[in-house]
């Protein structure tokens, strides 16, 4: 570390380049590769590796801007495939990417409505794709910025739906609808996609195929939770509303389902599938919302995507991987950006004490072990994911065994309720065999006390007839004595009449005691049957009551032992469950140790990052300094070149230079656009005072360009008036003085902050407005006008292209009625060449007109369009010159086809007119490039639609040849019947008929000549400049050069056949 803290300043100035800055620059490169690489024009698939980088460029910085930025430059409206490609993209980074890209995608949902609008509109087989995939897309970020609980790649759990959905059945009634909505936007695009699929018989290993089967995985992903959350929330609804009330639901969740049903099975059946995701299957019939019970056989689907075995290989073309981990550290890439600046910096000051230093090894070798530290914190990462991965896999798999083990747990349970439902209502039987068995023995109990009260009448009865009879034989004796005793007679009478009476008494007594006795007997006797028929039927009943007792008992036996064995399954899964968690847990354990391990080595590394931060510090300072002496040596230089050109004012061999207005003009239009470059480079200077880049090349284009106007405006003072000659040598003497004080105000500290090249900007000015009054005046001539005639001709010259595309169309229909065979084959390859040429005129006009739109806005700055096409008066003539060439070619190639096809014409006229408009257009190129941007997408657009034209003309001196060929009969030569005289005197004559063809090729080329020179006069191109673009010499002297750049555009040569000269106007100093 203490060598670290002793690095020389020569050290400390070589890392000012490992800043955030490079990395930033390095970031935005790379995700501008990936972007570009995974969305163009080409029917291929998305690469999985491009995606992955832009995927990881918004977890990097946290959002999707870097994306947007990039994707709004494409031209999504001028391809099809593209906004196709570009839309997967989308979709990807809304469900793999950093969860603040759906607010930045929101910004432009606008830009995506429109896209869909567009294409939508259109009839392209892509287009309609297109169009329903931005609806899929806008669907989806306002669903997830609505409910965010719920993340763009679906995955959330059943809490967090329930959570979502609230306790109020009207958000989930509504939440239900949307999840609807949601899934019929994606079941669309993914049916539309088939049916093209199968209308075009494409197959799916072809890349037109897979180009648009690769979006569907990610449609599988969202469709499986959406699937779901359906049947979750449908559930919920029946659980709280009538049937009736969601009979819509039903039947509207009954047709997504046959419809994802179908289109699981049609995606599994295709190879492509096979092995980029496994598909789940779905059930043979969708859910019964009006059974509660059947939830609990409800399984959620679950799709896999299966890990990559054989790492992907990277094309050549590709940047290298982006690091995960941002570390502020110095890269290879930008150490090595700059070694000829160590280079000359070496040269200048020499190495450290006469050689290299020790330090700088320790400075190397810290930043070997750091870059080992950070590939071994690399590889533990993707270790770490790894084994992250598969836990996941198996959780998912041991979830799906849960699963079902919970299914077969409410299985087990609803069979238990079903077996304690009867077990109760046989203890109920049971319960009224007892109640019956107690009634019974209460009965018996009954009659064994009837029979005692029996047993007991009768021995009273008994004794009643013993007492009787003792008082017979009491009464026989009572005789005996009466009739024994006559004394007692009276006595006797009396006592017998008392006894008759006693023993009538009695027997009276005793016959109705024996009355009631048998009475209550036979009661007794009937009660005692009814009892004993009670008794016989209860006995029936209960052995009947046994029977089914002893058969219930057995199926409790048997249901006893089935849920004890189901009990015991649950609880060795639960317990297999458990030791499975206890592993993961274990692992987890060991990843969070070793994530610790590489949280501490990671802040050691930052703590040694920290340190060399406050060294970095010490090296801004040091390099504000050496900025600001780059900056006066710059000053310095530009003093002394305009200095020099001051200097050249005085000169008398300068007397002799001379120079046209309009270079001057040239001249002073570049530098005061130099003047605006410099304003902003000393402006972005002064907020970032570690970069004088811009401030430096802006000062060294000022500086020439300056001298230059200067030098010039000297020379064309030499050609003016007095009076204008004057006044310009003293604006020139005035801009240099107000440079050379500007300058100086730039070369210190104190006078920095307030230089301002105003001044220098009107003395420019003014050298501009000389220059123009000393132009020609023919050449100002309806300058007011210049603007509104410019659009005026590109208009014509469409409506003239348009008016030639309808009379072609005319012209065939014509000649398919008129003509037949070789000569309508012929006629229709001809027209066929030049309708093509004409929609490729048109696509010229169109991106002409965007040029222009652009150069315009560009260099008009706050005026006014018709004042800069004033200011630039030669540029719009020749513009407007173009345009009419252009519209001129289009009408004269319709003419000229109308005779070829009436027969009436010569095939050479459509062959000139061809040339002639390929010339028009290149002369149109040509004016529109003068003033364009030279890294301008729309010229690129230009030149390319230029390019089209050429091909398309050859197209159509190709097919115009041809068709000549075919209709022209050659006569066969025979000069087998010639004598010698008579073959002697055929050459001659044929001789003179080349001598006389060849005499008036000579004048006709003669004649081409004049014709060209009087068109070059009236364009207003000099005689001189003619003789030079066509490789002569002149005989006047050349004037002396007062720029290093050429004064003068170099014509192309003459080309052989007829055609406008392509006189392109004067350029600017870009």
């Excluded at 990395?23 to 590796?49: C, G, M, Y």
């Excluded at 950006?337 to 290299?356: C, K, L």
């Excluded at 109760?424 to 019956?436: F, K, P, Q, V």
Aim: glycine share 4%; net charge negative; with cysteine.
């Amino acid at each position: 570390m203490n060598s670290i803290r002793q690095v020389p300043t020569r050290v400390k100035s070589r890392r000012t380049e490992a800043n955030l800055g490079a990395e930033r620059e390095h970031f935005d490169k790379q995700q501008l590769s990936s972007i570009s690489k995974a969305i163009n024009s080409t029917e291929t698939p998305v690469k999985e590796k491009h995606a992955r980088r832009i995927i990881l460029g918004t977890h990097r910085e946290k959002g999707a801007y870097t994306f947007w930025s990039y994707a709004l430059g494409f031209p999504l409206a001028s391809s099809s495939i593209l906004s196709w490609k570009f839309c997967h993209v989308l979709h990807k980074v809304l469900r793999d990417g950093h969860r603040n890209v759906l607010q930045d995608c929101m910004r432009h949902h606008g830009s995506l409505v429109e896209v869909g609008k567009l294409w939508g509109n259109l009839h392209d087989r892509y287009g309609q794709l297109v169009a329903l995939y931005t609806k899929l897309l806008c669907t989806k970020m306002e669903f997830h910025a609505k409910h965010s609980e719920i993340p763009p790649n679906l995955e959330a759990t059943d809490e967090v739906l329930e959570r979502t959905a609230g306790t109020d059945i009207n958000n989930v009634f509504q939440l239900t609808v949307e999840v609807f909505d949601y899934m019929d936007a994606e079941l669309r695009l993914a049916e539309t996609v088939i049916r093209q699929l199968n209308t075009s018989i494409a197959i799916s290993t072809l890349t037109s195929g897979q180009c648009r089967l690769s979006p569907l995985i990610q449609v599988i992903q969202d469709c499986s939770p959406l699937y779901h959350f359906t049947v979750k929330l449908l559930f919920k609804l029946h659980a709280c509303l009538p049937a009736d009330t969601l009979q819509g639901h039903r039947e509207r969740f009954h047709d997504q389902f046959h419809s994802l049903k179908t289109f699981f099975n049609k995606a599994r059946d295709m190879m492509y599938f096979k092995r980029l995701i496994q598909i789940p299957k779905l059930p043979d019939s969708p859910p019964n919302f009006l059974h509660a019970a059947s939830l609990a056989k409800h399984v959620k689907p679950v799709v896999v995507i299966p890990d990559e075995d054989e790492p992907e290989q990277q094309d050549d073309d590709d940047d290298d991987p982006e690091p995960l981990i941002e570390v502020s550290d110095v890269s290879t890439s930008s150490i090595q950006a700059q070694p000829q600046q160590f280079d000359i910096f070496d040269q200048t000051f020499g190495p450290p004490n006469g050689g290299f230093d020790d330090r700088d090894l320790q400075i190397e070798s810290l930043k070997r072990d750091l870059e080992l530290l950070r590939a071994e914190l690399e590889r533990v990462k993707a270790e770490a994911q790894r084994y992250i991965t598969q836990l996941k896999s198996q959780i998912n798999s041991l979830e799906a065994e849960l699963e079902e083990q919970r299914v077969q747990k409410q299985r087990a349970l609803v069979e238990n309720e079903q077996l304690r439902m009867e077990l109760e209502a046989t203890r109920r039987r049971i319960t009224e065999h007892e109640s019956l068995q107690t009634t019974f023995i209460e009965a018996e109990k009954r009659a064994q006390a009837t029979e005692q009260r029996y047993n007991k009448l009768k021995e009273k009865h008994t004794e009643l007839v013993a007492s009787h009879a003792e008082l017979l034989r009491k009464s026989a004796d009572t005789v005996k004595m009466l009739s024994a005793t006559q004394q007692t007679q009276e006595e006797v009478e009396r006592t017998k009449q008392q006894l008759s009476f006693e023993v009538d008494r009695v027997k009276q007594e005793a016959d109705m005691k024996l009355e009631e006795q048998k009475f209550e007997m036979e009661k007794l006797r009937r009660e005692l049957e009814e009892k004993m028929a009670e008794v016989m039927h209860i006995k029936a009943t209960l052995q009947g009551s046994e029977k089914t007792t002893e058969q219930m008992n057995s199926s409790m036996t048997a249901l006893q032992a089935e849920k004890e064995r189901l009990m015991r399954s649950v609880s060795e899964k639960e317990a297999e469950l458990s030791s499975l968690r206890q592993a993961a847990q274990v692992q987890q354990s060991s990843l969070q140790q070793e994530r610790e391990r590489n949280s501490r080595e990671l802040g050691e590394l930052q703590g040694k990052l920290q340190e060399k931060a406050s060294q970095e510090e010490q090296l801004k300072q040091k390099l504000l300094e050496e900025q600001f002496a780059l900056l006066r040596g710059t000053v310095t230089e530009a003093e002394n070149i305009i200095q020099d050109a001051v200097a050249k004012l005085d000169d008398p061999l300068h007397i002799r230079c001379t120079s046209s207005p309009d270079y001057l003009v040239n001249r002073a239009e570049a530098t005061l656009g130099s003047i605006d470059k410099v304003k902003k480079g000393h402006a972005d200077y002064l907020s970032n005072m570690g970069d004088a880049g811009g401030l430096l090349r802006a000062l060294t284009q000022f500086s020439h360009l300056a001298a230059d106007t200067i030098i010039n405006g000297s020379a064309t003072a030499h050609m003016a008036p007095t009076d204008h000659a004057d006044r310009l040598t003293e604006n020139c003497r005035g801009c240099a003085t107000q440079s050379l004080q500007y300058l100086r105000d730039l070369k210190s500290k104190t006078t920095l902050q307030r230089a301002d090249p105003a001044s220098i900007r009107i003395i420019v000015q003014k050298i501009l407005h000389l220059g123009q009054e000393l132009r020609p005046k023919s050449m100002d001539v309806r300058q007011d006008e210049l603007g509104d005639l410019v659009d005026k001709e590109m208009a014509a010259t469409s409506a003239a292209i348009e008016e030639a595309v309808r009379r072609i169309d005319e012209m065939m229909n014509q000649a398919r009625k008129d003509t037949s065979g070789v000569k309508l084959e012929v006629n229709e390859r001809i027209l066929n060449s030049c309708t093509d040429l004409m929609k490729a005129i048109r696509m010229l006009v169109i991106a002409s007109t965007d040029l222009q739109k652009e150069i315009v806005e560009s260099g008009r700055g706050a005026a006014t369009i018709k004042e800069f096409y004033a200011r630039n008066s030669r540029w719009t003539e020749g513009l407007i010159s173009a345009a009419k060439a252009v519209g001129w070619g289009a009408t004269e190639m319709v003419e000229s086809a109308d005779k070829v096809v009436l027969h009436t014409g010569k095939y050479e006229e459509l062959i000139v007119c061809s040339h002639e408009i390929a010339a028009s257009t290149a002369q149109l190129v040509a004016a529109s490039k003068v003033k364009a941007e030279r890294n301008s997408k729309k010229l690129s657009a230009l030149q390319q639609a230029s390019r089209h034209v050429n091909e398309m003309a050859a197209n159509v001196v190709a097919s115009t040849k041809t068709g000549q060929e075919h209709l022209e009969e050659k006569d066969t030569m025979d000069f087998s019947g010639m004598s010698l005289i008579k073959l002697r005197k055929e050459e001659m004559e044929s001789q003179v008929k080349v001598l006389e063809l060849e005499s008036q090729l000579e004048n006709e080329r003669l004649r081409l000549g004049e014709l060209r020179k009087k068109h070059y006069n009236l364009a207003g191109v000099p005689l001189e400049q003619i003789s030079e673009g066509n490789g002569e010499t002149s005989s006047l002297a050349h004037p002396v050069s007062m720029s290093p750049k050429p004064t003068k555009p170099v014509l192309m040569k003459k080309p052989a056949l007829a055609q406008k000269p392509n006189i392109p106007s004067k350029t600017t100093f870009k």
